[in-house]
């Protein structure tokens, strides 16, 4: 018999991606050949555009098939920091770019090389569940601050601050946010990154969405007076481009937090895929135009999805401002026929009326759950079709 030996103490310190494990539900349910209709994942439906898609098949037929340096090709670092000074006016150079496998493997690797143990990270709630564990895992604290539904979720730098102590090492913001859809002002985020840069702690901004911003332009970070030695910026070309599956990130920050992030990655995961990084060198250089096509189908969709969760008897919901989620509050329906929690709520809704949503636990608040609209418009009727009869018949 094998006998399983101990596991680290780290790695009981993070679960299973709650996301993840609503989309392997739903896909084990629609193998049994259940009709399901799916607002959990949260990626885009859109193909990835087909320039980058040739891209990467000329990499393949001319062999760039092998290693690339740990952190990216020279190439497409130079082309990540053009594209975000074009964007945003920023002056980033090579030397303050690494190129990972995913923006998730680059917020991790940037906890693993700042966060030491003990230290304390600022995590605003509702927060994207992957801060939580990544800063677990490198033995960091969260400090979880509250926004308020009302507001949008909007956080403040009045709200920070008295979170902040001699341990803050990182205050996370992630604008627009996943799942709430909520942006922070720029005249907010100044005084956030005016805060950090006094008290020597970094911002990390996750601008993975920056791109699909209802309102107004889209904004970095890193482009504040402040911002230079005190932001580092996170971000991924898979939302923006539509490449969730080829799996590239990148950060941009002060270079020897970067060299640091490209050490732990030669001996870990060396270079994101070589095949990949060309087609990440197409999507920054080439033609910008399917973002703002899929940003006006994205605008639709939440016109549509808010509008038709506002006419729920009992359900708010308040405005998303950016990225691709709804994040209502279904409080109404909890605590009738056995449904005590947003989890209960998630699994009675998934096995009586076949829609997959995400329980605000996973977010860090009790009476939400998260609806991906990167989805159709077929679909996104069916399901709250659906969704509405699940809360009209629990309330009876
Ligand atoms: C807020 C946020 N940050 C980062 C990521 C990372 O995306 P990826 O690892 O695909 O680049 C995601 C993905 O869902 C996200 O929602």
């Known amino acids: 018999m094998i006998q399983t030996r101990e596991l680290t103490e780290r790695i009981s310190r993070i ?18 050949g259940k009709d399901i209709v799916d607002f959990g994942a949260g990626e885009p439906d859109f193909p990835t555009p087909d320039n980058i898609k040739r891209a990467a098949i000329r990499a393949i037929e001319q062999n760039f098939t092998k290693y690339t340096p740990s952190g990216g090709t020279m190439e497409l670092r130079q082309a990540i920091v053009k594209r975000h000074a074009a964007d945003f006016g ?66 403040t730098a009045a709200m920070l601050e008295p979170h902040l102590t001699p341990r803050t090492k990182i205050i996370i913001v992630n604008s627009p946010s996943n799942p709430s859809g909520a942006v922070i002002e720029q005249a907010e985020f100044a005084k956030i990154a005016a805060l950090a840069a006094e008290r020597g702690i970094y911002v990390m901004a996750d601008e993975c969405y920056c791109h699909f911003l209802y309102e107004g332009q889209p904004f970095s970070a890193a482009s504040l007076p402040n911002a230079m030695g005190t932001v580092i910026v996170a971000g991924s070309l898979s939302k923006t481009y539509a490449m969730t599956g080829w799996r590239i990130g990148f950060a941009l920050g002060p270079a020897p937090v970067i060299s640091a992030i490209i050490k732990l990655q030669s001996q870990s995961t060396s270079n994101p895929t070589s095949i990949a990084q060309k087609a990440a060198v197409e999507a920054v250089n080439g033609p910008q135009d399917s973002i703002p096509a899929m940003l006006a189908e994205y605008r639709k969709r939440r016109d549509f999805v808010v509008n038709r969760l506002r006419q729920i008897p009992g359900v708010t919901c308040s405005e998303p401002k950016g990225a691709f989620y709804a994040y209502p509050n279904i409080g109404c329906a909890l605590g009738k026929n056995d449904v005590a929690n947003t989890l209960q709520f998630c699994e009675q809704l998934l096995q009586k009326e076949l829609v997959a949503v995400v329980p605000g636990e996973a977010f860090g608040t009790n009476q939400h759950v998260r609806i991906s609209y990167a989805t159709s418009m077929h679909e996104l009727e069916r399901g709250l079709d659906r969704m509405h009869k699940f809360i009209a018949n629990l309330s009876r």
């Open 90 to 155: 920023t002056a980033f150079i090579p030397a303050e770019c690494v190129v990972s496998s995913g923006g998730k493997h680059a917020i991790f690797n940037l906890m693993q090389v700042l966060v030491n143990h003990g230290d304390e990270v600022i995590v605003p709630a509702p927060y994207w569940v992957t801060f939580k564990d990544v800063v677990n895992y490198a033995g960091g604290k969260c400090v979880f601050v509250e926004t308020d539904e009302r507001d949008g979720f909007a956080l």
């Open 15 to 32: 679960t299973e991606s709650p996301t993840m494990r609503v989309a392997a539900e739903a896909g084990r349910l629609r193998q049994e």
